[in-house]
């Protein structure tokens, strides 16, 4: 079992940034590829990042390249989303979820990952 926990959203303005994280509980972090999804209003979740657990892999989806960075520190069972050049339809809650994934592999699906928090809302005002 894996228990996610997202911070650090907010209200930020057009060009600002934020950086979300994700604590994980569970002594076996460093075997789950950890992925970042959104959901605005009326529209379905979508992928936003990745972080394999193996290789260092990371994946981005369109939208997101150049201005988001995921990164992930394995001792402190800690995920981060990394948000600059912020944009009014960045506006969604944001996900932390973890996918018990074979070694090195990224999926972008919502329904392949295991677990997944609470959410947390990011705002950016134009």
């Known amino acids: 079992q894996v228990q996610l926990v997202e911070s650090g959203g907010g209200l930020v303005q057009a060009g600002g940034s934020l950086r979300l994280s994700c604590a994980a509980s569970g002594r076996t972090f460093s075997m789950y590829t950890m992925g970042w999804f959104r959901q605005a209003p009326g529209k379905e979740r979508e992928f936003v990042a990745a972080f394999a657990w193996s290789g260092r892999r990371t994946y981005y989806a369109d939208s997101v390249k150049g201005r988001f960075t995921i990164s992930r520190n394995n001792a402190k069972n800690t995920v981060y989303l990394e948000m600059s050049s912020l944009k009014p339809e960045d506006t969604a809650v944001y996900y932390c979820?973890?996918?018990?994934?074979?070694?090195?592999?990224?999926?972008?699906?919502?329904?392949?990952?295991?677990?997944w928090g609470q959410g947390t809302q990011v705002t950016v005002s134009s």
């Open positions: 979820a973890a996918d018990r994934a074979i070694a090195g592999v990224i999926v972008t699906t919502a329904p392949e990952y295991d677990y």
